[in-house]
């Protein structure tokens, strides 16, 4: 069974920062694009990164550029998404979600090019 498992959120000061984690379960990411997505109440929901299988590539929304970073160790079939000068305005749930393809070099944070969510975490910024 596919399975992603996001970890790592919490409630962190305006400023502060954070390092979220989407481990894979039942399969390997290599071959796998993943995105960061994000959802706030009342909100749409709101690609914020993505990382191609290879990880030749990083996309970021303009919202979050700068800020965050997205990397992936597919030793660790792990990816992560480091937070650092975080805003009340990124409180959100979490999402990563992957997408399988040959074409390790692309990547697009459109919630319908991923087929396998993960159940999400919890980011709160707040003093």
């Known amino acids: 069974q596919l399975q992603l498992v996001e970890s790592g959120g919490g409630l962190v000061q305006p400023g502060g920062s954070l390092r979220l984690s989407c481990a894979a379960s039942?399969?390997?990411?290599?071959?796998?694009?993943i995105g960061w997505f994000r959802q706030a109440p009342g909100k749409e929901r709101e690609g914020v990164s993505c990382?191609?299988?290879?990880?030749?590539?990083?996309t970021y929304a303009d919202s979050v550029k700068g800020r965050f970073t997205i990397s992936r160790d597919n030793a660790k079939n792990t990816v992560y998404l480091q937070m650092n000068s975080l805003k009340p305005e990124d409180t959100a749930t979490y999402y990563c979600?992957?997408?399988?393809?040959?074409?390790?070099?692309?990547?697009?944070?459109?919630?319908?090019?991923?087929?396998?969510w993960g159940q999400g975490t919890q980011v709160t910024v707040s003093s």
């Open positions: 990382i191609s299988g290879s990880g030749s590539l990083g």
């Open positions: 979600a992957a997408y399988y393809t040959v074409y390790g070099h692309s990547c697009g944070r459109e919630a319908r090019e991923y087929d396998v």
């Open positions: 039942g399969f390997t990411l290599n071959y796998y694009r």
